[in-house]
Nanobody
């Protein structure tokens, strides 16, 4: 089992940047494909970005492609989401998630494919 704790959220003006972190407990972080999702009140949780176990493969939602970058540090059990050129529509609670996989190159884009979730961190982008 892995426990996930997000940090780095906050209030930023449109056009600004934030970097989210997700700290994972336990020695098995590198066995999981990882992802970021976001959710606003009354809406379904939305896929943002995903990264494979090795970090060699990434996948992004069209809405964030070219602005967000997902990365991971397997030595220190941390997942990152660098968010640039933020827009008001990026406002949401952001969640990191871990999904078991035996494949080093697999990425997951559906929430049902993930086994563990963090508690979320609020990102608010003002116009």
């Amino acid at each position: 089992q892995v426990q996930l704790v997000e940090s780095g959220g906050g209030l930023v003006q449109a056009g600004g940047s934030l970097r989210l972190s997700c700290a994972a407990s336990g020695p098995t972080f590198s066995r999981y494909a990882m992802g970021w999702f976001r959710q606003t009140p009354g809406k379904e949780r939305e896929f943002v970005a995903a990264i494979s176990r090795s970090g060699s493969t990434t996948h992004y939602a069209d809405s964030v492609k070219g602005r967000f970058t997902i990365s991971r540090d397997n030595a220190n059990n941390i997942l990152y989401l660098q968010m640039n050129s933020l827009k008001p529509e990026d406002t949401a609670v952001y969640y990191c998630a871990a999904g078991r996989t035996y494949s080093y190159g697999t990425v997951y884009s559906r929430s049902q494919q993930y086994d563990y979730w963090g508690q979320g961190t609020q990102v608010t982008v003002s116009s």
